[in-house]
T-cell receptor
Framework: GAVVSQHPSRVICKSGTSVKIECRSLDFQATTMFWYRQFPKQSLMLMATSNEGSKATYEQGVEKDKFLINHASLTLSTLTVTSAHPEDSSFYIC????????????FGSGTRLTVV | DAKTTQPPSMDCAEGRAANLPCNHSTISGNEYVYWYRQIHSQGPQYIIHGLKNNETNEMASLIITEDRKSSTLILPHATLRDTAVYYCIVRVPNTGNQFYFGTGTSLTVIP
């Protein structure tokens, strides 16, 4: 089945620095990937839709200049949290679909970001 | 996409069937019902999906009412590893659109 790899699984960074999270579709091409954020004991909240070769579409209330998304190839999307602050500490998850959309979307294993 | 309503939590004895309900009374004719689960600190995992017929796979069964306004996910023999948050989502496939997650049901399988 479709596999989505997300890296790193865990990262700790200092306040004010930037962190990049990678999301790769390993055995299929994904023209569209999605980025979610999940705070403790809450559901997944969609942040943005990442489209290969074009600008990402952000959900209302998500700062596009803070959460930079790049989808330069059909198998890789990256999320960069710029000038991270402690309130950006969260669980970030990406997802992608194979072209047949046979099982909905496959999700990555998530990245636990802690900003200190 | 239509909204769904699920009970916030449920318990199930190990080895027994877990029946997780979901209401989607505003579902439209071309929307499918998807079920995912999320084990703590992992990404969501696909379980099953269907349009109007009942579906079964190696993980679970999905029972959709005739009017399609509700569905039930059945885990036939729950194990401790089935403890997770279960999400019911309705969506039109093959449109490139997103999954919007509700609050889900936190299932605890008790030894």
């Amino acid at each position: 089945g479709a596999v989505v790899s997300q890296h790193p699984s865990r990262v700790i960074c200092k306040s004010g620095t930037s962190v990049k999270i990678e999301c790769r579709s390993l055995d299929f091409q994904a023209t569209t990937m999605f980025w979610y954020r999940q705070f403790p004991k809450q559901s997944l909240m969609l942040m943005a839709t990442s489209n290969e070769g074009s600008k990402a579409t952000y959900e209302q209330g998500v700062e596009k200049d803070k959460f930079l998304i790049n989808h330069a190839s059909l198998t890789l999307s990256t999320l960069t949290v710029t000038s991270a602050h402690p309130e950006d500490s969260s669980f970030y998850i990406c997802s992608a679909s194979d072209l047949a959309d046979r099982y909905g979307y496959t999700f990555g294993s998530g990245t636990r970001l802690t900003v200190v | 996409d239509a909204k769904t309503t699920q009970p916030p939590s449920m318990d199930c004895a190990e080895g027994r069937a877990a029946n997780l309900p979901c209401n989607h009374s505003t579902i439209s004719g071309n929307e499918y019902v998807y079920w995912y689960r999320q084990i703590h600190s992992q990404g969501p995992q696909y379980i099953i999906h269907g349009l109007k017929n009942n579906e079964t796979n190696e993980m679970a069964s999905l029972i959709i009412t005739e009017d399609r306004k509700s569905s039930t996910l059945i885990l036939p023999h729950a194990t401790l590893r089935d403890t997770a948050v279960y999400y019911c989502i309705v969506r039109v496939p093959n449109t490139g659109n997103q999954f919007y997650f509700g609050t889900g049901t936190s299932l605890t399988v008790i030894p």
